[in-house]
């Protein structure tokens, strides 16, 4: 196996942890609509470890549409995330649910990382890219990232289009870049696009199975992506890819 030169990384989940904001919007825009709580975070996470899911407002949609009773006329998209957008962007006084959101790996675990890679680093989400720059610049990471390729720039994951164009966008093989994602459809991308895939679990799934004492990779998403061809699940943090880009 060649050694990699590019580190390719997903946020919401890996750089960023979302329980209390983008996940926190998926609920409370269900809610909203169904006029009850029957939308939990274990069915966003079984419907993540699912697959197909990277664009929250059309998961929202879909929930709303599946939880609302016989008969019931399911909101436009654009209602939905219209909702989401309130409730994630905050309006006026009133803070948005991104402020709760907090950088998971240290600073300087990131730094370092950047410096062991000859290929660079690149963001893969599915967020609108407004959402990843301002999450990047809140958290003084955003100069360590070459490449970011979002929500507007095409298909969005499993398709392998946003992880082949930022290797190409950091003029790198595939076969030399590492896909890190908390989801299948990370994995799916990276694999079809010819990169190596490791998952990494969420903050909330690792705090689980450690008081269930269980392994980091236990979890619903985690098995899923293991499934789906994962070489490994890392505890939450990224230390463990000190050992991937060696110095």
């Keep these: 196996m060649s050694k990699p030169v590019a580190l390719l990384l997903d946020m919401d989940g890996v750089m960023a942890e979302v329980s209390r904001s983008y996940r926190g919007a998926i609920i409370e825009t269900?809610?909203?609509?169904?006029?009850?709580?029957?939308?939990?975070n274990e069915i966003v996470s079984a419907k993540k470890a699912a697959g197909g899911c990277n664009n929250d407002w059309v998961l929202s949609r879909d929930l709303i549409s599946e939880y609302l009773p016989e008969g019931s006329p399911v909101p436009s998209l654009d209602d939905v995330t219209e909702r989401f957008e309130l409730l994630?962007?905050?309006?006026?006084?009133i803070p948005g649910l991104h402020t709760l959101e907090t950088l998971i790996p240290a600073k300087g675990l990131l730094v370092e990382l950047r410096r062991r890679c000859p290929g660079k680093m690149a963001v893969v989400t599915g967020r609108p890219r407004s959402d990843c720059d301002k999450f990047l610049k809140l958290h003084g990471i955003d100069?360590?990232?070459?490449?970011?390729?979002?929500m507007e720039d095409g298909p969005?994951?499993?398709?392998?289009?946003?992880?082949e164009k930022a290797c190409k966008e950091l003029n790198v093989e595939p076969s030399l870049a590492v896909m890190v994602g908390d989801t299948p459809d990370d994995v799916r991308a990276g694999l079809a696009a010819g990169t190596r895939a490791i998952a990494v679990a969420t903050p909330d799934d690792y705090a689980k199975a450690v008081l269930d004492k269980r392994a980091a990779g236990s979890g619903p998403l985690a098995k899923a992506c293991?499934?789906?061809?994962?070489?490994?699940?890392m505890v939450p943090g990224l230390a463990e890819l000190l050992d991937v880009f060696e110095a």
Aim: glycine share 8%.
């Design 88 to 93: 994630y962007q905050g309006d006026g006084d």
């Design 30 to 40: 269900c809610k909203h609509f169904l006029d009850s709580s029957v939308v939990t």
């Design 156 to 163: 969005a994951k499993p398709d392998k289009f946003p992880v």
């Design 143 to 150: 100069s360590l990232f070459d490449v970011c390729v979002c």
């Design 226 to 233: 293991l499934d789906c061809g994962a070489e490994s699940v």
